[in-house]
């Protein structure tokens, strides 16, 4: 079984201010990891994701995550956020040969002008 | 088309028709998936094809739901006497059914947000 965590429902930064948002897993095989946005009233946007190699992955619009084996978290990373980066995050899981998505209950980041 | 789509966008029914969703997947991608977004639930799993093979049913919430995919490309969800509790946001995503492959992203479609009064 897999299993993700976001603990964080609700993230207000201040515009040009760095951001962190959490995410925590659980697999009992190994797992690619994916960061999805989803900006208001709009499907799920693909961030960046992990598959294998370098732990530190870079995505779209300025993101980036780093993959912790011993510490089972993706934790995504801006340095300075837009007002156009407030949307819902997601964090997700697939374990190798499973193909179905397990997802987190989701970020909402709020930017403060 | 360029990505994924879904029809309708909204749909609004009455406690006990039936509906159905549609799906268009990405052109050659031959894994679809369809997940349900709710208040209470967040993001689920509902059903996966691939190929010609038997779909992965293992996600569908209920026998009142059901889905099929012809000729390996639209697919369509069917929600049989709804309930109110089938209100959700029902999305359909599709990848290239490279198992493993470093390709083998998942691409949302828009979603169907469906009320149930």
């Known amino acids: 079984a897999q299993s993700v965590t976001q603990l964080d429902s609700q993230v207000p930064v201040f515009e040009e201010a760095p951001v962190e948002l959490r995410c925590n897993y659980s697999s009992s095989v190994s797992v690619y990891l994916f960061w999805y946005v989803q900006y208001p009233n709009q499907g799920l946007q693909l961030l960046l994701k992990?598959?294998?190699?370098?732990?530190l992955v870079k995505g779209i619009n300025g993101f980036e995550a780093e993959f912790n084996k011993s510490q089972t978290s993706f934790h995504l990373r801006k340095p300075s956020v837009h007002i156009s980066d407030t949307a819902e995050y997601f964090c997700a899981v697939r374990s190798r040969g499973n193909e179905k998505l397990t997802f987190g209950t989701g970020t909402r980041l709020t930017i403060i002008p | 088309g360029a990505g994924v789509s879904q029809s309708p966008s909204n749909k609004v029914t009455e406690k006990g028709k039936d509906v159905e969703l549609r799906c268009d997947p990405i052109?050659?991608?031959?894994?679809l998936y369809w997940y349900r977004q709710s208040l209470g639930q967040g993001l689920e799993f509902l059903i996966y094809?691939?190929?010609?093979?038997?779909?992965?049913k293992s996600g569908l919430p209920s026998d009142r739901f059901s889905a099929e995919r012809t000729g390996g490309s639209v697919s369509t969800l069917t929600i049989q006497r709804t309930q109110q509790e089938d209100s959700a946001v029902y999305l359909c995503?599709?990848?290239?059914?490279?198992?493993?492959?470093?390709?083998?992203?998942?691409?949302f479609g828009p979603g169907t947000r469906l009320t149930v009064l």
């Open positions: 052109s050659g991608h031959t894994a």
């Open positions: 094809f691939q190929g010609n093979s038997a779909p992965d």
């Open positions: 995503a599709s990848s290239s059914g490279l198992a493993g492959a470093r390709t083998d992203t998942q691409y």
């Open positions: 992990y598959l294998s190699g370098s732990t």
